[in-house]
T-cell receptor, first 112, second 115 residues
Framework: DTAVSQTPKYLVTQMGNDKSIKCEQN?????MYWYKQDSKKFLKIMFS???????INETVPNRFSPKSPDKAHLNLHINSLELGDSAVYFC???????????FGEGSRLTVL | KNQVEQSPQSLIILEGKNCTLQ??????????LRWYKQDTGRGPVSLTI?????NTKSNGRYTATLDADTKQSSLHITASQLSDSASYIC??????????????FGTGTRLTVIP
């Protein structure tokens, strides 16, 4: 009964490849987020969707493209991966924008 | 500029001892403040929420305080256990111009409890 699930948990790939991370929440929340956690453990917002509508789009390279087919899903596609993209990516959801965040377990991306 | 600063950056304590983590913020207008616990390899989990009118709130051995005048919050852990070893992240919610809340994250405090 995982509330926020994201796959894959680990992803190792070569520079230049394209990869996707999927996220699903079964909490009935309206808002979903993607966060990047770097090696210093700082969580930085990348994107936020509210009812499938993009509401936050921080300064993220346009190689990163979120897609929300419905309000329970928010996927992250990354084109032309670079070494600096290596990080842990967390999906999260909240009942409303700015509400309590429920995080997934994280997806550790390693770009070689 | 809206900022959230946490101290100390890291802390090592003996099992059974108490400790206090600090969070100072400049977020305005203020909506609420949450403390999250992030175990290694896991996503953060909310421990407690503090609103403007609340000074103290407890969740088991965790007690959070808020001074909205000085814009400071603390998280006090009593009788620490090995399972308290984690990162503790302070997240402040501020009211945006559209009326929706924006979240501002601290850099976290890494707590290690040793036997």
């Amino acid at each position: 009964d995982t509330a926020v699930s994201q796959t894959p948990k680990y992803l190792v790939t070569q520079m230049g490849n394209d990869k996707s991370i999927k996220c699903e929440q079964n909490l009935g929340h309206d808002t979903m987020y993607w966060y990047k956690q770097d090696s210093k453990k700082f969580l930085k917002i990348m994107f936020s969707y509210n009812n499938k509508e993009l509401i936050i789009n921080e300064t993220v390279p346009n190689r990163f493209s979120p897609k929300s087919p419905d309000k329970a899903h928010l996927n992250l596609h990354i084109n032309s991966l670079e070494l600096g993209d290596s990080a842990v990516y967390f999906c999260a959801s909240s009942r409303y924008r700015g509400g309590e965040l429920f995080f997934g377990e994280g997806s550790r991306l390693t770009v070689l | 500029k809206n900022q959230v600063e946490q101290s100390p950056q890291s802390l090592i304590i003996l099992e059974g001892k108490n400790c206090t983590l600090q969070c100072n913020y400049t977020v305005s207008p203020f909506s609420n403040l949450r403390w999250y616990k992030q175990d290694t390899g896991r996503g953060p989990v909310s421990l407690t929420i503090m609103t403007f009118s609340e000074n103290t709130k407890s969740n088991g051995r965790y007690t959070a305080t808020l001074d909205a005048d000085t814009k400071q919050s603390s998280l006090h852990i009593t009788a620490s256990q090995l399972s308290d070893s984690a990162s503790y992240i302070c997240v402040v919610s501020g009211l945006g111009q559209t009326g929706a809340n924006n979240l501002f994250f601290g850099t976290g405090t890494r707590l290690t409890v040793i036997p």
